[in-house]
């Protein structure tokens, strides 16, 4: 394991978590499936923890979930 040493706004953060989350959210066709297929579901999972924890270190885990409620459907790509 890698300790990295991050000093970044907190908006900066909270826009990292969302672009991995619409990363991981790749549909067959898209640019990035490759990219994701060739990683492999543990590189997925591994992710998905990065993005999860960037979050609630940050104490943007409220936000992030309240932002998404105000996300309107059918907006997500």
């Known amino acids: ?9 907190r908006k900066n ?4 978590a969302k672009v ?7 549909k ?6 490759g990219l994701l297929r060739a990683a492999g579901e543990g590189s997925q999972e591994a992710l998905q923890q990065i993005s999860s924890e960037l979050s609630q270190k940050a104490g ?3 936000m992030s979930a ?5 996300q309107p459907p059918g907006k997500e790509k």
Do not use: A, F
Not at 20 to 26: A, D, F, H, V
């Open 66 to 70: 309240k932002l998404h409620t105000l």
């Open 60 to 62: 943007l885990s409220d």
């Open 20 to 26: 991995i989350e619409k990363g991981l959210q790749t």
């Open 13 to 16: 953060v909270l826009l990292l």
């Open 28 to 33: 067959p066709g898209e640019s990035l499936e």
């Open 1 to 9: 394991m890698m300790k990295l040493d991050l000093r970044i706004p």
